[in-house]
């Protein structure tokens, strides 16, 4: 069955250090990949997509590319600042499927120091 | 208020009692879905709608119940709570085609003593 797995934290970084958080997923078809942020005490929030092999989603200095040869969707940002501590998800979506149900995967934790 | 709401924010309950998790959309969002949150295993899909009346199980559906009379409510009932229900909450619906992504409430902490 489709899954998703990163990379365990919890990550702990410098402010402006530069961040990758692994994800890689095992799908049917031709999944859509997300990722997703979660602030302390909220729901989560979409951070970025990609449809399609190759697509880059970016949004708020944070990057991920759909790479289909090596199963990967890794989620980067150049210079990261306190106010990016959250808890990182990279999920998948059914394209084989009209529900489109997110599959998550376990969630990674970051903590940024000043 | 636009978006989607979730009441109560927490709630404790008892072993075996029934309690009610109320999921509320502002935008007619065909897809709505309840996942649980809990430490090492991200988030779990329990049911999922793709319209009034049209309720299927997920990944982890035992002990739960959902309806959808209508468009824009998806309650989620645990009909005997237990110890192993202690989790957090979350309602979502989705916006566009598959591709889209979905909208998040922000979640009903549930602990079952």
């Known amino acids: 069955g489709n899954s998703v797995t990163q990379m365990e934290g919890p990550v702990t970084l410098s402010e402006e250090a530069f961040l990758t958080i692994n994800c890689t997923y095992t799908?049917?078809?031709?999944?859509?990949l997300f990722w997703y942020v979660q602030y302390p005490g909220e729901g989560l929030q979409l951070l970025l997509k990609a449809t399609k092999a190759d697509d880059k989603g970016s949004n708020k200095g944070f990057e991920a590319t759909y790479r289909k040869e090596t199963t990967s969707f890794h989620l980067e940002k150049g210079s990261v600042q306190v106010s990016d501590s959250a808890v990182y998800f990279c999920?998948?979506?059914?394209?084989?499927?009209?529900?489109?149900?997110?599959?998550f995967g376990q969630g990674t934790t970051l903590q940024v120091k000043p | 208020d636009a978006g989607i709401t979730q009441s109560p924010r927490y709630k404790i309950t008892e072993t075996g009692r029934q309690v009610t998790l109320m999921c509320h959309q502002t935008?007619?969002?065909?897809?709505m879905f309840w996942y649980r949150q809990d430490l090492g295993h991200g988030l779990r899909l329990i049911y999922y709608?793709?319209?009034?009346?049209?309720?299927d199980k997920g990944e982890v559906p035992d002990g739960y119940v959902v309806s959808r009379s209508k468009t824009e409510n998806f309650p989620l009932t645990l009909e005997s709570a237990t110890r192993s229900q202690t989790s957090v909450y979350f309602c979502?619906?989705?916006?566009?085609?598959?591709?889209?992504?979905?909208?998040f409430g922000s979640g009903t902490r549930l602990t079952v003593v």
């Open positions: 999920a998948l979506s059914d394209g084989s499927s009209n529900t489109g149900k997110l599959i």
């Open positions: 979502a619906s989705r916006a566009g085609g598959i591709a889209g992504g979905y909208t």
């Open positions: 935008w007619s969002h065909s897809y």
């Open positions: 709608s793709a319209a009034a009346d049209i309720t």
């Open positions: 799908a049917t078809g031709y999944p859509s």
